[in-house]
């Protein structure tokens, strides 16, 4: 049998009515490493569809490939770490939040060509800034612009990707 006895701690019960520390002592970090290890693994995967090339001559799959693993690595991190230091329960999900980031995310993917890398960036970072409950108009409208800046800066500019920076349909 488990039981709670102190925040973000679980003690089992033995047969004799003696407790024993149970083994993993934080659980948030224990399950968010596990997330990580899943997602790292899945994309792993996914990318071994592609060729791989080499660090000289990069191919497809290079990318995704070494950021899974950095990925997996965090993961491994924090689950070991779960071990060792006391945290507090999983107390559940925020769903809302995790709603608007995915939302925002699939927006900026289907909106890039037609809105380009401006509406798009602005877009994706007020709504991702609005899960938070520390959102503020101010500082996520600064954030947003000060991000498109950055951003056609570095990748169009850059890096010279074929993406527009207004789209066609703010007249780009």
């Not at 993961?75 to 709603?99: C, D, E, N, Q, T």
Request: aromatic content about 12%; hydrophobic content about 55%.
């Amino acid at each position: 049998m488990i039981t709670p006895r102190e925040p973000g701690r679980l003690v089992t019960i033995s047969r004799q009515g003696e407790s024993m520390p149970a083994i993993i002592r934080n659980p948030k970090d224990f399950w968010t490493g596990i997330a990580f290890i899943g997602f790292g693994l899945a994309f792993f995967l996914f990318a071994q569809d592609y060729p791989m090339g080499s660090a000289r001559r990069m191919g497809p799959a290079y990318f995704p490939t070494i950021l899974s693993c950095v990925l997996m690595l965090i993961g491994l991190a924090a689950a070991i770490r779960s071990f060792f230091g006391h945290g507090s329960r999983l107390s559940g999900f925020a769903l809302k939040p995790m709603a608007l980031v995915f939302l925002a995310a699939v927006l900026f993917g289907l909106l890039i060509r037609d809105v380009g890398m401006v509406g798009s960036i602005i877009l994706l970072v007020m709504i991702s800034s609005y899960a938070s409950v520390h959102f503020a108009w101010r500082r996520a409208a600064l954030l947003a612009v000060a991000m498109a800046v950055f951003c056609v800066a570095v990748f169009v500019y850059g890096l010279g990707l074929p993406i527009p920076v207004i789209g066609p349909i703010l007249g780009g």
